[in-house]
Protein backbone atom coordinates (compact mmCIF):
# COMPACT_ATOMS: atom_id res chain seq x y z
CA UNK A 1 0.00 0.00 0.00
CA UNK A 2 1.14 3.51 -0.74
CA UNK A 3 1.77 5.57 2.25
CA UNK A 4 -1.39 5.79 3.95
CA UNK A 5 -1.39 8.86 5.87
CA UNK A 6 -0.79 10.60 1.82
CA UNK A 7 -3.65 8.47 0.31
CA UNK A 8 -5.74 9.71 3.80
CA UNK A 9 -4.53 13.31 3.11
CA UNK A 10 -5.92 12.81 -0.55
CA UNK A 11 -9.06 11.29 0.35
CA UNK A 12 -9.70 14.56 2.49
CA UNK A 13 -9.27 17.19 -0.42
CA UNK A 14 -11.39 14.71 -2.58
CA UNK A 15 -14.09 15.02 0.17
CA UNK A 16 -13.59 18.61 0.58
CA UNK A 17 -15.24 18.79 -2.85
CA UNK A 18 -18.41 16.80 -1.46
CA UNK A 19 -18.47 18.34 1.97
CA UNK A 20 -20.38 21.87 0.82
CA UNK A 21 -23.52 19.67 -0.53
CA UNK A 22 -23.54 17.74 2.88
CA UNK A 23 -23.37 20.27 4.90
CA UNK A 24 -26.24 22.08 3.16
CA UNK A 25 -28.90 19.01 4.66
CA UNK A 26 -27.14 19.04 7.69
CA UNK A 27 -24.76 16.73 7.45
CA UNK A 28 -21.02 15.63 6.83
CA UNK A 29 -18.47 12.29 6.79
CA UNK A 30 -15.67 11.36 8.36
CA UNK A 31 -12.88 8.91 7.38
CA UNK A 32 -12.88 6.14 9.95
CA UNK A 33 -10.03 4.46 8.28
CA UNK A 34 -8.17 3.30 5.20
CA UNK A 35 -7.92 -0.66 5.31
CA UNK A 36 -5.04 -3.15 4.05
CA UNK A 37 -7.19 -4.21 1.09
CA UNK A 38 -7.90 -0.81 0.07
CA UNK A 39 -11.48 0.08 1.21
CA UNK A 40 -12.28 3.34 2.70
CA UNK A 41 -14.41 3.08 6.11
CA UNK A 42 -16.65 6.22 6.22
CA UNK A 43 -18.75 7.58 9.13
CA UNK A 44 -22.09 10.04 8.24
CA UNK A 45 -22.36 12.85 10.88
CA UNK A 46 -25.57 14.92 11.49
CA UNK A 47 -28.40 14.65 9.36
CA UNK A 48 -26.78 11.95 7.16
CA UNK A 49 -27.06 9.38 9.29
CA UNK A 50 -30.78 8.52 8.72
CA UNK A 51 -30.74 10.30 5.75
CA UNK A 52 -32.73 7.82 3.00
CA UNK A 53 -30.35 9.37 0.32
CA UNK A 54 -27.19 8.18 1.86
CA UNK A 55 -26.79 5.04 0.11
CA UNK A 56 -27.21 6.78 -3.54
CA UNK A 57 -25.11 9.93 -2.16
CA UNK A 58 -22.27 6.83 -1.04
CA UNK A 59 -22.49 5.55 -4.44
CA UNK A 60 -22.93 8.61 -6.85
CA UNK A 61 -21.13 10.79 -4.94
CA UNK A 62 -18.90 9.54 -2.35
CA UNK A 63 -17.16 6.66 -3.77
CA UNK A 64 -16.99 8.15 -7.67
CA UNK A 65 -15.48 10.92 -6.08
CA UNK A 66 -13.26 9.26 -4.17
CA UNK A 67 -11.99 6.59 -6.75
CA UNK A 68 -11.79 9.21 -9.63
CA UNK A 69 -9.15 10.81 -7.54
CA UNK A 70 -7.27 8.13 -5.88
CA UNK A 71 -7.40 4.96 -8.07
CA UNK A 72 -5.93 2.76 -5.36
CA UNK A 73 -9.22 3.25 -3.53
CA UNK A 74 -11.48 -0.26 -4.24
CA UNK A 75 -14.26 0.51 -2.11
CA UNK A 76 -16.03 3.02 -0.13
CA UNK A 77 -18.56 1.72 3.19
CA UNK A 78 -20.27 3.33 5.94
CA UNK A 79 -19.64 2.14 9.55
CA UNK A 80 -23.14 3.62 10.33
CA UNK A 81 -26.64 4.27 8.53
CA UNK A 82 -27.39 3.32 5.02
Given at each position: MSNKKELL???D???NSIRPHLKADGGDIEVV???ED???KVKW???CQSCSMSG???KAGIESTVKSVIPEILTVEAINGQ
Open positions: ARVEALDLTMCLLGNMTM
